[in-house]
């Protein structure tokens, strides 16, 4: 449950990020989704990499799309940001301390 509001909260925030100017809030965005990706790890939340992995190319394909309008290109950028962290953290520490056996 915990690793579910977290990550809307992520998605909520990188919106945010998207269309306030601010030279802090992408840091936050990356931040939120590193805690994310921790809390995922430490609950042994199953199948979370796998997840990152397909919502950042499926963000990076609708975020190439020419036709676009601007607002959305920043705000799937930034959710790919914090999506990108999420799987960072999780797969880092999957990789070096694993919590059980099969969680990769």
């Known amino acids: 449950m915990a690793v579910r509001i977290l990550f809307i909260a992520g998605i909520v925030?990188?919106?945010i990020a998207s269309v306030v100017a601010s030279s802090l809030l992408p840091w936050?965005?990356?931040?939120?989704g590193i805690l994310t990706?921790?809390?995922a790890w430490k609950t042994g939340a199953r199948g979370i990499l796998i997840l990152a992995i397909v919502l950042v190319v499926s963000l990076s394909a609708i975020r190439?799309?020419?036709f676009n309008p601007a607002w959305l290109t920043a705000a799937v950028f930034f959710?790919?940001?914090f999506v990108a962290h999420v799987g960072l953290a999780s797969g880092l520490l999957?990789?070096?301390a694993p919590q059980k056996e099969g969680w990769l």
């Open 13 to 15: 925030i990188a919106v």
């Open 28 to 32: 936050v965005v990356g931040g939120t």
């Open 37 to 39: 990706g921790i809390v």
């Open 64 to 66: 190439e799309q020419p």
């Open 79 to 81: 959710v790919r940001v």
């Open 94 to 96: 999957g990789v070096l």
